[in-house]
């Protein structure tokens, strides 16, 4: 009877032991040894680990949007999403028509190119005045600190403007964003956007990328602190984001600015003129423009530095992730 007792003594342990381990673990369709509520608790806690900022991208799908959303904030996640624009500068000297002219033609005018670009992505000339100057209220034509599109009205540049044209013509523009030898000089760059809040901004009141470079500074164009600067040069900048909704981006500077999304003209800042501000809300386009929220676009910006003696350059927006078109 002691040795029956004994075997089934044991018989009874390994039996209530296999049924343990099958509520355990079985029963939840785990493998042996996972845990569920682990699993979650990582969700959550990579959920709540988003980079400040992350909510203006948030379409309200927690799980999956913040993960997306760290990716696009994240560049060793996906290599080519960058926080910095890739830039070609052309430079220019006096002895171009258009560059430190003498009569300036005070902008910013809208209508001096086209609405659309040609098929290689570069800007269209189409009046040598524009059809429209922007005039702020609470800024002259000498106001130094420049004024906002956003309370400005728009004049016609009917005949009393016609003697005082914004460029030479059809026939020099094209020489601002392409290469010509003996007339500009490329220099290949990068703008690095500081992370500000929800923002990313780059903002330079002394905007002089080429001092030491191109042709050089020109004896006599001096800066607002009297040094010697290169001013006369053109900027482009070429980039694809996702359009995520709640995005704006801001710009502030002067000369001439143009800014195309997905190939129409968003932002118009023709001419020669003071600092500038005026902001592209992606929202109040999405229609007009064709956006359409997870959708990728191009956005392709032109500027232009044509006189002394101040060159301002800021950008501001909450687009988290540029991906670089230009070669």
């Not at 290949?188 to 500000?196: S, V």
């Not at 995005?247 to 003129?273: C, E, M, P, S």
Request: aromatic share 12%.
């Amino acid at each position: 009877m002691t040795l029956f007792r004994m075997i089934l003594t044991l018989a009874l342990v390994g039996t209530f032991g296999a049924m343990a381990c099958s509520d355990d673990d079985d029963s939840r369709g785990l493998p042996p040894g996972d845990n569920n509520n682990s699993v979650n608790n990582d969700n959550n806690s990579a959920n709540n680990n988003n980079t400040p900022g992350n909510n203006n991208f948030n379409d309200g799908n927690n799980t999956n949007n913040n993960v997306d959303n760290n990716a696009n904030n994240n560049t060793d996640i996906i290599p080519s999403c960058q926080n910095s624009l890739k830039v070609v500068f052309r430079d220019f000297t006096s002895s171009h028509p258009d560059f430190e002219r003498a009569d300036l033609g005070w902008g910013p005018a809208k209508g001096m190119i086209q609405p659309t670009l040609n098929a290689d992505r570069k800007p269209v000339f189409a009046a040598l005045q524009g059809t429209h100057k922007i005039e702020d209220s609470q800024c002259s034509d000498t106001c130094p600190n420049g004024g906002l599109v956003s309370r400005s009205q728009l004049i016609e540049t009917g005949p009393d403007w016609g003697s005082i044209p914004m460029w030479e013509g059809a026939s020099t523009f094209p020489q601002w964003y392409t290469d010509v030898e003996g007339v500009n000089m490329r220099v290949e760059d990068t703008l690095i956007l500081q992370k500000e809040g929800d923002s990313y901004v780059y903002d330079n009141p002394f905007f002089f990328p080429l001092d030491g470079k191109g042709f050089g500074a020109e004896p006599g164009q001096l800066d607002d602190n009297g040094v010697n600067r290169n001013f006369l040069f053109t900027t482009e900048i070429h980039f694809e984001f996702e359009y995520t909704g709640n995005q704006v981006f801001t710009f502030r500077g002067d000369d001439d600015l143009w800014i195309f999304v997905n190939d129409k003209l968003a932002l118009d800042l023709g001419g020669l003129h003071w600092p500038f501000e005026d902001t592209i809300n992606f929202d109040a386009i999405a229609s007009e423009f064709g956006l359409e929220v997870g959708g990728t676009y191009k956005m392709d910006i032109f500027h232009a530095e044509r006189h002394t003696k101040a060159s301002n350059f800021r950008i501001q927006t909450n687009i988290a992730c540029f991906i670089p078109t230009i070669d």
